[in-house]
T-cell receptor
Framework: DTGVSQNPRHKITKRGQNVTFRCDPI?????LYWYRQTLGQGPEFLTY????????KSRLLSDRFSAERPKGSFSTLEIQRTEQGDSAMYLC?????????????FGPGTRLTVT | KNEVEQSPQNLTAQEGEFITINCSYS?????LHWLQQHPGGGIVSLFM???GKKKHGRLIATINIQEKHSSLHITASHPRDSAVYIC??????????FGSGTQLTVLP
């Protein structure tokens, strides 16, 4: 068990470009969460998957954001037409069927900088 | 008013000092997490508790459900404890709600 991994760790992109991040949860963890963290703030919830089903989305997740978890394993978060306000740390977490939301394991995050 | 409030926002201590970070929340919860975030972003879960007190090494976490308050204590602080400490609560919703974090700096 290697923990939750995220790729890339850092991404610099120009405004208007599309970016995609990947999260690989701990194996056998059926729940996967995406959070966004801006500088000096705590993380904010974006979306949540149980297996391949996206069960909840925050109002923060505008139409430019889309997340998928096609086979119930890894997940991708895509941001289309990036804006400078999208610059943040994007965190992924996973949890097991038994512990549920109460024990989430976090990945190292992907830091996005939009120039 | 944020659902989860932490204090202080910033804390500087000398090595060896006893440190307390506080977390107050305004919603009913099932569990509360204390998380540690080092520069570079990775988050590590320190404690998950729903009542009473937990201890791990030099770290102690307490929670008072009636008062909607939790504290994280660090005894004999060390420069390697320098990090952001984040309180997060798990309520009726499926996601965690986070405080804005406390930046701790321990000077040698």
């Amino acid at each position: 068990d290697t923990g939750v991994s995220q790729n890339p760790r850092h991404k610099i992109t120009k405004r208007g470009q599309n970016v995609t991040f990947r999260c690989d949860p701990i194996s056998e963890h059926n729940r996967l969460y995406w959070y966004r963290q801006t500088l000096g703030q705590g993380p904010e919830f974006l979306t949540y998957f149980q297996n391949e089903a996206q069960l909840e989305k925050s109002r923060l997740l505008s139409d430019r954001f889309s997340a998928e978890r096609p086979k119930g394993s890894f997940s991708t978060l895509e941001i289309q037409r990036t804006e400078q306000g999208d610059s943040a740390m994007y965190l992924c977490a996973s949890s097991s069927p038994t512990s549920g939301i109460y024990e989430q394991y976090f990945g190292p995050g992907t830091r996005l900088t939009v120039t | 008013k944020n659902e989860v409030e932490q204090s202080p926002q910033n804390l500087t201590a000398q090595e060896g000092e006893f440190i307390t970070i506080n977390c107050s929340y305004s919603v009913g919860i099932s569990a509360l997490h204390w998380l540690q975030q080092h520069p570079g972003g990775g988050i590590v879960s320190l404690f998950m508790l729903s009542s009473g007190k937990k201890k791990h090494g030099r770290l102690i976490a307490t929670i008072n459900i009636q008062e909607k308050h939790s504290s994280l204590h660090i005894t004999a602080s060390h420069p390697r404890d320098s990090a952001v400490y984040i309180c997060a609560v798990a309520g009726s919703a499926r996601q965690l709600t986070f405080g804005s974090g406390t930046q701790l700096t321990v000077l040698p």
